[in-house]
């Protein structure tokens, strides 16, 4: 089921059969082997767990898709879907009996319709892609998750993804319309098409988000958006993160839905200032916030921002004099992950969310545990709707550091579900978070959850191991097969 | 059907409390069917002892908020008894700085929009739909039934609308999805199956619901005398003026169009200028401009005859609206988003009418207001496939077909 660490299983060969009928279906060149180029495959974004896949097939279309799935059901061999790897909860982690599937090949942009707002595409296709497409005509494509460059559209409807800009213009689910779903025994279905409101049950709202776990989505009709006549870009620094904390929540006050919120702290300031020269105001947190439509409005939207800083104690404040500047403060931001190698050899991403109004109790809590454990982490957030991303930095040569610093990201987690959070805002729960989920969920909750999985996958064969805990990978404790005490009662009830 | 005999009563009482249960009377018919028994429970507990006792016994059960959409729409099955969920009115929290509301099924869209509204200038930006003399839409009925008004064009549904949801299987299980935060991706979200369900898959006891500023001011634009086939042209207006439009209907048959802007007062004010010179339209003043949003939320509601809901291609609007004029349907249009509401004559020829030509565009009818034979022939049918996956979806959550069986116009099991 994949491993922590350095450690990679042997690969059980496919039985020849197998092999040979994958390979009528997509030509022998795109059924990989061989284990060297089965190493490529063995993690995603989460590179603490590795597990070699037996095999790893690459469809170039929903029919080749549909006859792999089929191959593979029938042999009762379980897949693992792949986008572009970038996902950070180990959500494309293969199964080692099992087969890793990756889309890659199916990167067209099949259709453009803006009488319609529509894109439809292979799930191959770069989420940036998906904007320039359509950026000459004046529209994109709203999700813009910081790795949108790399990762790809099937991938973000798996995971549900987000980004800075989804305060305002929500996520994935709020912006896919329709699919082309293949079953986990290789059937195919539409789900939704161009238009909204298809008839029956909402089917495509619980496919996305669903982590790879109820089909392999082979084509999508998304929803694109008009650019905003005007965007404002603002910064402001303050002497203590509580009072950027402050700020946010007074904007969300004074009625005003900027298109982004972004909070980073002095740790992941110095890393971020050391890689990307942003040029940010100096303090010990600063606040980014964009905000977009109309001029006027957008004009009328920042000032009250800016009041709302100043009244929080914001040092400084600056409107961004044209896009070279915006562009270079948002480039401090989408950096931030990847310049903490500048001050840390070793970091744990943790992705939790809390209501925003309850930040302060959160981030002191934080720091509780940067003392108790003698740790640093750096807090890059989004702000406006408590998405927080807590940079645990570590040296992972230091003995018992690594432990610690996984110790210290599950109790910060811990602390978000302890004022009502979530246990992830956009990386997913994955093989990471598997066997926090009761933390989250009770067993009826799973239960209900389960009930959906197997109405589409009855066999499990579809990315098992991932979003539901099972006693297999976690022990006893969330035992979500157990038979829950109303269906023991079923029976003999009190009537 | 269940006999009314004494002891199903007994075991209903004992399961929601004496004051709880009665006799079904005629006021009570689903769709034309009869129920034996009506239970209000006052708390989720006696909702799941309700819902287990019924299925455990092979006793169907109806869901039922404010009632509005009791009369129409496909026939149940089997109509055992009605669960009324109006007992279930409490506001649970209300989060100002979260913007974010939780309340039990039962509470009204009006209840909450009053409480909310002195508070902390909030708003759920759900637009009720009418019958206007109608018994209040309650929140658990407008999210079954994934209702949303004009104002759809800019907030969404229910479905953009609900951040988490508590609900009881058939067998009693009470579990939860989703949560009480804005952004959240843990585990699946079957809120979204929940919405427009019509309490098939569960009984959806508690909502938490994100909510928006409410904007200070709004300001109506009208374009008259619009030809069908401008209607497109004239959206690719609309996205593209300087304007934060909330709400974009085409009314037919006056072939009119009106948009709404919202905000600072100032700002719309501006805004509503600026959208007026870019589609070629007016500024309403003020009086004017509530009747004539008045009249978008009445529309297509007020009069006799079916009301069903339309989906196509946003680009195929005008097509739509042409459809809508050859068929002499009044229609409510959300042009921006190629969806409305058109009123037909409740009578099968009509009804078929108007589904061939809205699937001939490649759209999808729902009914909303139609008489239960009506409602199954002029409700679109997911493709088999899709078809099949969502039978047995309903199968997995619902074993028995305890909970409001046949009420899913468009085939559904």
């Known amino acids: 089921m994949g491993s922590r660490g350095g450690a990679v299983a042997p690969a059980v060969a496919l039985p020849r059969d197998v092999a040979a009928a994958l390979a009528a279906a997509v030509g022998s060149a795109w059924l990989l082997t061989d284990p060297t180029a089965l190493h490529a495959y063995a993690c995603d974004g989460l590179t603490g767990w590795r597990a070699l896949p037996r095999a790893v097939v690459l469809p170039a279309s929903t029919d080749e898709t549909a006859a792999v799935v089929t191959i593979l059901a029938a042999h009762g061999i379980p897949f693992v879907a792949r986008g572009a790897g970038t996902g950070l909860s180990g959500g494309a982690l293969p199964v080692a009996e099992g087969v890793v599937i990756g889309l890659a090949r199916m990167r067209a942009i099949l259709r453009v319709d803006l009488d319609d707002e529509r894109v439809t595409a292979q799930p191959g296709v770069t989420n940036l892609a998906v904007s ?9 494509y709203a999700p813009d998750p910081s790795s949108r460059q790399v990762c790809t559209i099937g991938g973000n409807v798996a995971e549900n993804s987000g980004g800075a800009h989804c305060l305002k213009l929500g996520f994935t689910t709020h912006h896919v319309v329709g699919a082309t779903l293949v079953l986990a025994d290789g059937q195919v279905v539409e789900l939704g098409g161009t238009a909204l409101d298809p008839a029956g049950y909402d089917l495509l709202g619980a496919v996305v988000g669903s982590e790879g776990t109820l089909g392999i989505v082979t084509e999508v009709v998304l929803r694109v958006i008009p650019l905003p006549p005007a965007v404002r870009t603002l910064v402001a620094a303050f002497e203590a993160i509580d009072a950027a904390g402050e700020a946010v929540s007074a904007i969300i006050a004074e009625g005003v839905t900027p298109a982004a919120m972004e909070l980073m702290d002095r740790t992941a300031l110095s890393a971020v200032e050391a890689a990307v020269h942003p040029g940010y105001p100096s303090g010990a947190a600063v606040l980014l916030v964009e905000v977009e439509g109309p001029d006027r409005r957008c004009a009328e939207e920042a000032e009250q921002v800016i009041a709302c800083c100043r009244a929080a104690g914001a040092t400084a404040c600056r409107i961004a004099a044209g896009e070279g500047e915006a562009a270079r403060y948002w480039r401090g931001r989408r950096a931030a992950f990847a310049a903490m190698g500048r001050i840390s050899p070793h970091y744990y991403v943790q992705d939790g969310v809390i209501p925003r109004t309850r930040l302060a109790e959160v981030l002191q809590a934080i720091r509780r545990l940067e003392e108790e454990h003698g740790l640093r982490v750096a807090n890059v957030f989004h702000a406006g709707d408590g998405n927080l991303h807590p940079l645990v930095c570590f040296d992972g040569t230091r003995p018992g550091e690594a432990e610690r610093a996984e110790e210290v990201a599950t109790r910060i987690l811990d602390a978000c579900l302890a004022v009502g959070g979530s246990l992830t805002g956009e990386h997913g729960i994955g093989r990471d978070k598997v066997c926090q989920v009761p933390k989250q969920f009770t067993v009826a909750d799973q239960m209900a959850m389960h009930r959906l999985r197997t109405a589409f996958d009855p066999a499990g064969l579809c990315n098992p191991g991932k979003l539901l805990p099972t006693p297999r990978l976690c022990g006893e404790a969330p035992g979500i097969y157990r038979p829950h005490p109303t269906e023991l009662r079923g029976v003999a009830d009190r009537w | 059907m269940v006999t009314p005999a004494a002891g199903v009563g007994a075991v209903l009482r004992r399961a929601a409390g004496d004051g709880a249960v009665r006799p079904a009377t005629a006021r009570d018919r689903v769709a034309g069917v009869q129920p034996s028994w009506v239970v209000r429970p006052q708390a989720v507990e006696q909702v799941a002892a309700v819902v287990q006792a019924a299925d455990a016994r092979g006793w169907s059960v109806v869901p039922r908020g404010g009632g509005g959409g009791m009369a129409g729409g496909a026939a149940p099955s089997r109509c055992d008894l009605v669960l009324d969920l109006t007992g279930l009115d409490r506001v649970i929290e209300h989060v100002p700085g979260d913007l974010v509301v939780a309340v039990e099924a039962g509470v009204t869209l009006a209840a909450l929009q009053d409480r909310l509204g002195p508070a902390g200038r909030q708003r759920l930006m759900l637009d009720a739909p009418p019958p206007p003399r109608g018994p209040a839409p309650t929140l658990g009925g407008l999210v079954a039934a994934a209702a949303a008004g004009p104002r759809r064009h800019r907030y969404g549904t229910p479905r953009d609308l609900l951040l988490g949801a508590r609900f009881v299987l058939a067998d009693g299980t009470v579990a939860r999805t989703g949560g009480r935060v804005v952004k959240n991706v843990a585990g699946y979200d079957l809120c979204k199956l929940l919405v427009g369900s019509r309490g098939t898959l569960a009984v959806v006891v508690e909502l938490t619901l994100k909510l928006h500023p409410a904007p200070a001011a709004a300001a109506m634009v009208t ?25 974009a209907e085409a009314l037919w048959p006056e072939r009119s169009v009106l948009l709404r802007v919202e905000g600072p007062p100032r700002v719309a004010a501006g805004e509503a200028a600026l959208l007026a010179r870019a589609v070629g339209g007016r500024v309403l003043a003020p009086e004017a401009g509530e009747r004539g949003w008045s009249r978008c939320l009445r529309r297509p509601w007020a009069g006799r005859g079916a009301v069903v809901a339309v989906a196509v291609a946003p680009g195929r609007v005008g097509e739509l609206a042409a459809c809508a004029e050859a068929l002499a349907c009044p229609a409510a249009l959300r042009i921006g988003l190629g969806v409305g509401l058109v009123r037909t004559a409740d009578d099968p020829t009509a009804l078929d009418r108007l589904r061939d030509a809205v699937e001939a565009m490649g759209g999808c009818c729902d009914p909303q207001r ?18 099949r996956l969502m039978a047995e979806v309903r199968r ?15 085939g559904g099991p």
């Open chain 2, 223 to 247: 374009v008259e005398r619009v030809a069908a086939p401008d209607l497109v042209p004239l959206v690719a207006l609309v996205r593209r003026s300087p304007a934060v439009v909330t709400a």
């Open chain 1, 132 to 140: 320039e497409a359509v950026a000459a005509l004046g529209y994109r």
């Open chain 2, 396 to 410: 997995r959550f619902d074993p028995h077909g305890t909970l409001a069986p046949g009420r899913l116009a468009w």
């Open chain 2, 370 to 387: 139609v008489s239960p034979i009506g409602a199954e022939r002029v409700a679109s049918r997911p493709p088999a496939g899709a078809l």
